[in-house]
């Protein structure tokens, strides 16, 4: 999740109130938000995915000032019509159709703003932008620009300009070969014959989104004033909402708003719009779901401690909020303002009986009686690696495999238990003999009868390993569980590519296999390079229970 | 304890060394006299020595012993004799020595020892030719102090060497394989005033039986016999048992008590589609949490089927459908919740139990949980691993509320041990309110992050049961628990199955 770095001066100024270190940790916390460093100079907070809006120093500071009590209710924000425009060419529909723009004056530009700025870009890039995929951010010097600014998808070759950083001009194919950000976000520009670019009056590129920007209109400094806003993408709602948590964020800064007109090929729109929206809210409701008994006025107090204002039973919700769905969105910040800390615990008197997983009782049994012999119970991981339940097995099984383990060592879910217990086997050898192990644990199949098309069974495992570990041994562990069980089975030989030819068998219940068991082959005791004989049963817990049952 | 108890106890080797002890006796001797086994003497030695009757003194003393040559020589005298003995009529060159039986390192040794006495010319021509000088002849009718010191008993005591006897020894020393210096121990006892008082008594002890044997029962013959007293304070050898992992055992500890609250246990697959462990949760598509990161996707079968409902589920996510909400936009794509993964939690499972409320299987109020693995894509370190259980509930009740979740959770931590539990705000695509749970470490003095839990969504409830009906829900970490109650520091203790560790490891004993 993602964190941000406030300067710890900004945001108390932002604030309008300073809080001690231990307040300020509770505060933090009970907000909605972790905090992680709490320093002289800076906080490091780390803001849960639904709040993009808390992406800044302005905005985190204008939810923590509300819910702290130094302000209240909604933040009023002023928009002034720029009466420019940035016209949008209707080829970008398969491209990159949308576009949400506004102007901001008057900012006075120093080190630590533009790294505001940019830390905001950034971490709405990630988050709210998934990578610039939904989401692009582009903020341009408006002294560079001629009005009005296009928005249209041009062959790549004829995109030519230098990109920011970049030390030469090069046209969108090159920048996608050789410039750092160009290689990093190209994959967002596979399979398209033309490429999004915005140009101004005189044809001069401000960016090719969501890319790079150009290095000559494309970059902020100390001497810049004002600045042209764009985000692109592709579905225009998510981009207001984008446009809006910068433009606020530079509101704060002590920017004037202007918005834009944006014509599309088949309307005009103007952005932003910073008029709050407004959504009913049900008191019983919100009562209903917390538990508590709010009244109105209660219920107006934690709305306005959240941002919020409350009109006649409606909520004015501000426009950079990009997490309200549904009226729940507003009870859980209602719950935040309420504070969390003071909801008492209640125990309800719901009467309803308690029932066990039937198998995982039957199979519990099973392992209890092995206890009984002096056995110790492993527990293994699922994931596993291919080559240790076939190729060091002696075997060739088709395996459920995994497309993107991080580790190479677990590639793919186990097939089989005993492979797993060898495992522990081979862990062990400096350890005190006998070593008699079992395990319950799932397998993995494919089968296209299965909702997955993967078949997933609990089977038994249990290995004796020692000097006198045999095939009798084993026999006589596989006769105990299933005479407990009373079930009729019958000892069949068999051939098994992992044990010793003719020290081999399968057991089975009315013609139906549910076991193996016999002594590990040599060979197979070399690849785990086991010195001590080990005797092995795999036995089917989930088909002996379907038959038992 | 007396005298007189501690002769009752006496075990068998003890009792046979007793009578041979003697004030200052060497245990060398006590080996012979007592016709047992060095370590039985030594066994029965360091038994009486805890019960306060003797001390074992140790010397450690530095002697000369003979080495490989200096046996050899010993017997047959220094090769240098030998060497002027061969010269004493004729000159003989370096090879003439050898064939007469000196090796070639024994006749350079000699060079150096014999020119340092002045007994022999070397001539230098195409090989070495030696003669005797008188200085030769005279030493070789003298006995040298090397010869002198070989003549004596091995091992001689460094520390009783006379001067001359001393030099002699450097000689030697500094020559190949003839002598070497050697620590030796030497043990004696020294019987305290209670071992002596044991020792005066010793013939008293009689004749005691050490075992009760099935003979002794069926003749009857016990009834003439007296049996050794044991010592029963003092330890015996450490067993071994049977047992369940512990991590099982806390696992069927935790659900127990879930079923002692009138839960009902969830059952359900691992590989679960994304339908079930994401959508129907109405995690976006574009959701991080479903990046390639977090989620074990499945390579081969990559697919699974949905139900034929689905579109109800595409609906919510794109428009929100009839649940009040706005949906979260965009297009919603059957082919990427059809993708097989490792279900990341059991909530998945919560989803599966909601839907079965709506087909009739179960009846509201309801409550489920579960205790299971779940899976992350992570590498293992101390502190991840990629497959882990959770502890997951949901309450399924048109009364319930955000104070009843708390409930439920205080009762269960409660019965974990953990008395104190607090609520943060939190933040889970599928529920609203979210809540961050924290227990309280009373020996840490720290809070500890378990989980979180919340109230399913109304895009969650409406689609799965097809009424909206609050869903307390909650998913908590089980291992932190466990780590902490048996003191482990790194997670991937839980699982390396060290036989040691199983088979010594405290028992879980909530």
Redesign the interface.
């Known amino acids: 999740m993602p964190t941000i770095t406030l300067n710890r001066k900004v945001f108390e100024n932002l604030v309008g109130k300073k809080l001690s270190d231990e307040k300020l940790r509770d505060r933090i ?4 938000t972790d905090l992680e460093e709490l320093g002289e100079e800076e906080i490091v907070v780390e803001v ?4 993009p809006d808390m992406l800044s120093e302005q905005g985190f500071a204008r939810a923590f000032s509300t819910f702290v009590g130094a302000k209240k209710g909604l933040s009023k924000f002023v928009v002034t019509d720029s009466k420019e425009k940035v016209i949008i060419d209707k080829n970008l529909k398969d491209v990159r159709p949308y576009t949400a723009c506004a102007i901001a004056k008057n900012i006075s530009f120093d080190d630590e703003k533009i790294r505001e700025l940019i830390q905001v870009q950034e971490k709405l890039h990630v ?1 709210y932008g ?1 990578n610039r ?2 989401v692009a951010i582009g903020v341009y010097p408006l002294e560079k620009i001629e009005m009005p600014i296009t928005f249209k998808a041009e062959n790549p070759s004829e995109i030519v300009f230098q990109p920011l950083e970049g030390d030469k001009e090069m046209d969108a194919y090159q920048i996608l070969k050789e410039h750092p950000t160009g290689e990093d976000y190209a994959h967002l520009l596979d399979g398209l014959d033309k490429y999004p670019v915005f140009r101004d009056a005189k044809g001069k590129v401000l960016s090719m989104p969501p890319i790079i920007n150009s290095h000559d209109v494309g970059k902020i400094t100390e001497d810049t004033k004002d600045v042209f806003i764009e985000c692109s993408g ?2 225009f ?2 981009l207001h909402l984008a446009l809006n948590m910068i433009v606020t964020t530079l509101h704060d800064m002590g920017a004037k708003i202007e918005s834009m007109t944006l014509e599309y090929p088949d309307k005009k729109r103007k952005t932003p719009i910073l008029e709050p929206s407004s959504m009913r809210v049900d008191l019983s409701y919100v009562n ?4 508590t008994e709010l009244g109105e006025k209660e219920l107006k107090s934690c709305l306005e401690k959240m941002g919020y204002a409350y009109e006649n039973k409606k909520v004015l919700v501000p426009a950079y909020r990009a997490d309200i ?5 507003l ?2 910040d209602v ?2 303002a309420y504070g ?2 003071n ?6 008197n ?8 039937d ?2 009782g039957f199979k ?1 049994k099973i ?2 009686i ?14 596993t690696n291919q080559k240790h339940q076939k190729e060091r097995m002696n075997l060739d099984l088709d395996t ?8 190479e060592e ?1 590639d793919s ?1 186990r097939s089989w238990m005993i492979p797993s217990l060898l495992d ?1 086997l081979a ?2 050898m400096h ?2 003999y006998p ?3 079992y ?1 319950a644990g ?1 397998v ?1 199949k ?1 089968d ?1 009868k299965q ?4 078949l ?1 069974q609990t089977r038994l495992g249990v290995v004796l390993c020692g000097q006198d570990a045999d095939y009798t041994k084993i026999r006589q562990v596989l006769d105990l569980i299933l005479n407990y069980l009373e079930v009729k089975y019958s000892v069949e030989s068999t051939t098994h590519n992992s044990f010793i030819k003719g020290r081999v068998a399968r057991a089975k219940i009315g013609g139906k296999g549910v076991a193996y068991i016999g002594e590990i082959s040599p060979e197979v005791l070399e690849n785990y390079e086991l010195e001590m004989p080990v005797a092995a049963l795999e036995l089917n817990l989930s088909e002996l229970y379907k038959i038992i049952k | 304890m007396s005298a007189e108890k501690i002769l009752k106890t006496l075990h068998p080797l003890e009792r046979k060394t007793l009578p041979f002890l003697k004030q200052g006796i060497l245990f060398e001797d006590l080996v012979k006299i007592s016709g047992l086994k060095d370590v039985e003497v030594m066994r029965a030695l360091q038994w009486l020595n805890n019960k306060k009757a003797l001390e074992i003194r140790e010397e450690i003393s530095e002697v000369l012993n003979l080495d490989k040559n200096g046996f050899e020589y010993k017997k047959k005298g220094l090769p240098e004799k030998k060497f002027l003995k061969e010269i004493k009529n004729k000159a003989l060159t370096i090879q003439e020595l050898e064939r007469k039986g000196l090796s070639r390192e024994e006749i350079n040794g000699c060079i150096g020892v014999l020119k340092q006495k002045a007994a022999v010319d070397v001539k230098k021509d195409k090989t070495l030719t030696f003669s005797i000088t008188n200085f030769g002849r005279v030493f070789l009718e003298k006995t040298s102090l090397e010869e002198k010191l070989l003549s004596k008993k091995f091992p001689v005591n460094m520390s009783g060497l006379e001067d001359e006897e001393r030099f002699a020894a450097d000689n030697l020393l500094r020559r190949k394989g003839i002598l070497k210096k050697e620590k030796i121990k030497k043990k004696t006892v020294e019987l305290s005033s209670l071992g002596l008082k044991l020792v005066k008594n010793s013939s008293k002890i009689g004749d005691v039986s050490d075992r009760l044997t099935p003979a002794m029962l069926k003749t009857g013959s016990w009834k003439k016999k007296s049996f050794r007293e044991y010592d029963v304070s003092i330890n015996v050898p450490k067993i071994s048992s049977g047992r369940r992992h512990f991590v099982n055992k806390a696992i069927n500890y935790m659900k127990s008590i879930w079923l002692e609250m009138g839960f009902t246990e969830m059952k359900g697959s691992i590989v679960q589609s994304g339908f079930w462990n994401l959508d129907t949760l109405f995690v976006p598509q574009d959701h991080p949490a479903r990046a390639m990161q977090d989620t074990f996707y499945v390579k081969e079968p990559k697919n699974a089927k949905i139900p034929e409902w689905y579109k109800k589920v595409k609906d919510v996510h794109e428009n929100g459908a009839d649940t009040g909400s706005t949906g979260w936009g965009g297009k919603w794509s059957k082919e990427e919740a059809s993708e097989n993964m490792l279900r990341t939690h059991t909530t998945g499972l919560s989803a599966m139990y909601l839907d079965k409320i709506r087909s009739g299987e179960y009846e509201m109020p309801a409550k489920f949980f579960s205790v299971n693995k779940v899976f992350r894509n992570e590498a293992l370190d101390w502190k991840h691993l990629f497959e882990f259980n959770q502890v997951e509930g949901i309450v399924i009740d048109p009364n319930a509320n955000l104070k009843h979740l708390k409930g439920y959770l205080k009762e269960f931590f409660g019965k974990m041990g953990f008395t104190d539990i607090r609520m943060r705000p939190g933040h889970f695509p599928y529920t609203e309110p979210s809540v961050e749970v924290d227990v309280y470490n009373p020996k840490k003095k720290e809070w500890i992050e378990l989980g979180g839990a919340g109230i399913f969504r109304p895009e969650v409830t409406k689609t799965l049961i097809g009424i909206e009906v609050p869903v307390l829900a909650w998913g908590l970490g089980m291992e932190r628990i466990i780590v902490d109650y048996f003191g482990f520091k790194d997670l991937r203790d839980l699982y390396n199955n060290k036989l040691d560790l199983l088979r010594n490891m405290k028992e879980w004993l909530k």
């Open positions: 916390s009970m907000i909605g849960f995915p639904n709040r988050t998934r995929k939904k592709f579905d709602d998510v209903k779901i917390l538990g769905l549904h009226q729940v969105d009870i859980e719950a935040i969390y800390e909801f008492e615990e209640v125990i309800p719901v009467a309803t009986l308690g029932q066990s997983d198998f995982e519990n392992l209890n092995l206890v009984g012999l002096g056995y110790l119970e492993t527990c293994t991981y699922c994931i459920v495999t995994l497309a993107n383990s991080i580790s677990y879910l522990v862990s062990n350890q005190e070593q008699n192990l395990e799932w993995f494919k296209s909702e997955t098309n993967i997933e």
